[in-house]
């Protein structure tokens, strides 16, 4: 299947500072991005839909001016959590949907744990 | 929006016994419906998925159906491994949004 990569896997600031978190389709174009959150123990929650070279759309609840997402190409998506806090610790997922060829399956990337302190 | 209701959130079934997971959805414009697999502090691994023109898909020993009338589709798995505990969740996506909505997930633990 297609590859997702995110970078970092893991990481843990002070509160206050600003993370972000890369997302890359790495043998498809993905006209689509999509970043959810995972609290512990709990489902995936989606947080926006990026489209390449479009706004974000942002779920019901999630801060966009927080949780800002750039979709700068067809293989990369990036989510930047501004003036992060200790309750936006948490583990961030993308996944990405192909452009083409008849692919209708989202592909996940392998997370970021994120811990703020 | 799409809502997604799973059950049960939490399943113990014997080696070798049968497993049942059982979502509904509240979007009748939804037509897609994946199930994944999600292992402690990893990405979810899609195992099997159905398409609303379909009523049933087995794969192996995993087995989904869909019954879009009632807006239930199911997750069977047979003669369950050890391999086989994780937390499995239930997914949909209507054909007018590409977005996945995720069901609360059910974690499965198979007694030796």
């Known amino acids: 299947g297609a590859v997702v990569s995110q970078h970092p896997s893991r990481v843990i600031c002070k509160s206050g500072t600003s993370v972000k978190i890369e997302c890359r389709s790495l043998d498809f174009q993905a006209t689509t991005m999509f970043w959810y959150r995972q609290f512990p123990k709990q489902s995936l929650m989606l947080m926006a839909t990026s489209n390449e070279g479009s706004k974000a759309t942002y779920e019901q609840g999630v801060e966009k001016d927080k949780f800002l997402i750039n979709h700068a190409s067809l293989t990369l998506s990036t989510l930047t959590v501004t003036s992060a806090h200790p309750e936006d610790s948490s583990f961030y997922i993308c996944?990405?949907?192909?452009?083409?060829?008849?692919?209708?399956?989202?592909?996940f990337g392998p997370g970021t744990r994120l811990t703020v302190l | 929006g799409e809502n997604v209701e799973q059950h049960p959130s939490t399943l113990s079934v014997q080696e070798g016994d049968s497993a049942v997971i059982k979502c509904t959805y509240s979007d009748s414009a939804s037509n897609y419906f994946p199930w994944y697999k999600q292992e402690l502090g990893k990405r979810p691994q899609l195992i099997i998925d159905?398409?609303?023109?379909?009523g049933e898909k087995k794969d192996q020993r995993i087995a989904v159906t869909l019954n879009k009338t009632a807006k239930h589709f199911s997750l069977h798995i047979t003669e369950t491994q050890p391999e086989d505990s994780a937390v499995y969740f239930c997914?949909?996506?209507?054909?007018?949004?590409?977005?996945?909505?995720f069901g609360s997930g059910t974690r499965l633990s198979i007694r030796p």
């Open positions: 996944s990405a949907r192909a452009l083409a060829g008849g692919i209708n399956e989202q592909f």
């Open positions: 997914a949909a996506r209507s054909s007018s949004a590409s977005k996945i909505i």
């Open positions: 159905i398409r609303s023109n379909v």
